[in-house]
Nanobody
Framework: QVQLVESGGGLVQAGGSLRVSCVAS????????MGWFRQAPGKGKEREFV??????????TYADSVKGRFTISRDNAKNTVSLQMNSLRLEDTAIYYC??????????????????WGQGTQVTVSS
């Protein structure tokens, strides 16, 4: 099993940048493809896929809404996955969650394929 702890959220103006990170502990970090998801405030808002990265970091996948603005990366030596967010928009306001996939699985956009989750970190974009 793997435990995940996010950090780096905060308040930023629209157009600005923010980096959120997630540190993993437990089993070998490189066993897991990693993903970032987010859940916006408001009733009925579902958690949505943001970005995913393969076990080695050689492949990345992004939601269309963040493509070209966000970059996911990982450092297996430091058991860390990060999400660099540039050109932030009001609609990027959400709680951002780090997630680990099933051991040795490929990265995926499917939320049900991520059994391990962090507690989330709030990102608020203001006008």
């Amino acid at each position: 099993q793997v435990q995940l702890v996010e950090s780096g959220g905060g308040l930023v103006q629209a157009g600005g940048s923010l980096r959120v990170s997630c540190v993993a502990s437990g089993r070998t970090f490189s066993f897991y493809a990693m993903g970032w998801f987010r859940q916006a405030p408001g009733k009925g808002k579902e958690r949505e896929f943001v970005a995913a990265i393969s076990r080695t970091g050689g492949r990345t996948t992004y939601a269309d809404s963040v493509k070209g603005r966000f970059t996911i990366s990982r450092d297996n030596a430091k058991n860390t996955v990060s999400l660099q967010m540039n050109s932030l928009r009001l609609e990027d306001t959400a709680i951002y969650y780090c997630a680990a996939g099933r051991p040795f699985n490929v990265e995926t956009t499917t939320i049900s394929e991520y059994p391990y989750w962090g507690q989330g970190t709030q990102v608020t974009v203001s006008s």
